[in-house]
């Protein structure tokens, strides 16, 4: 296990509506990252907090934000949901922010948008 | 052109057999490379980074070819635990993300 935790595993939500999912990072991990990973697709990047600031952004719209804690769990909040969210959500830690070294990823949460 | 491009496959080899997947990145200031492994409906997990000199790790070779701008992962002697979706993953200078491949999928049959 990596130690990376996130909740729910499962949600189905209906078009307009708003999601939080959360994530808890693994012990001595500052920084956390949030991808979206689409069926038959390979995840891409949403954004990363380090020290509870976004310290870069992936191709999503403004709808798509985010908290990091001084604990340094997160939250990836997406409003106005719409069908094309639907997707796994995949909140991953390092422990360094600058980009290099492994990345250890929670299990997801596996969102639905009817 | 996508920024990181592998063959999704699948790649249907007999156990023992060797099999070699390849990924091209279009960034050619980045920095950092890796493949990550992905069990179906499981989260990616790191299966080996990948340098300059090229690195091998038990039955799994990995290669890289700066000037070409591809890696490259060989497997030998294919086990059924290898069946899996392997992720091709760039990181580049400066940024803090990681851009993974779509993936290939391997199926390794009995």
């Known amino acids: 296990e990596t130690g990376v935790t996130q909740s729910p595993t499962h949600l189905i939500k209906t078009r307009g509506q708003q999601v939080t999912l959360r994530c808890s990072s693994q012990?001595?991990?500052?920084?956390v990252s949030w991808y979206q990973q689409a069926l038959g697709q390979g995840p891409q990047f949403i954004f990363q907090?380090?020290?509870?600031?976004?310290?870069g952004r992936g191709n999503f719209p403004p709808r798509f934000s985010g908290l990091q804690f001084p604990n340094y769990s997160s939250e990836l909040n997406v409003n106005a949901l719409e069908l094309d969210d639907s997707a796994l959500y995949l909140c991953?830690?390092?422990?360094?922010?600058?980009?290099?070294?492994?990345?250890?990823f929670g299990e997801g949460s596996r969102l639905t948008v009817l | 052109r996508k920024e990181v491009e592998q063959d999704p496959g699948p790649f249907n080899v007999p156990e023992g057999a060797t099999v070699a997947f390849n990924c091209t990145y279009s960034?050619?200031?980045?920095?950092?490379f890796f493949w990550y492994r992905q069990d179906c409906r499981k989260e990616p997990k790191l299966l080996m980074s990948?340098?300059?000199s090229g690195n091998e790790d038990g039955r799994f070779t990995a290669q890289l070819n700066r000037a070409s701008q591809y890696i490259s992962l060989l497997i030998r002697d294919s086990k059924l635990s290898d069946s899996a979706t392997y992720l091709c993953?760039?990181?580049?200078?400066?940024?803090?993300?990681?851009?993974f491949g779509s993936g290939t999928r391997l199926q390794v049959q009995p």
């Open positions: 991953a830690s390092r422990s360094n922010a600058g980009g290099t070294g492994e990345l250890f």
């Open positions: 012990s001595g991990h500052n920084t």
């Open positions: 907090y380090y020290r509870e600031e976004e310290n």
């Open positions: 960034n050619s200031a980045s920095q950092s």
């Open positions: 990948v340098y300059s």
């Open positions: 993953v760039v990181n580049g200078a400066g940024r803090r993300a990681l851009t």
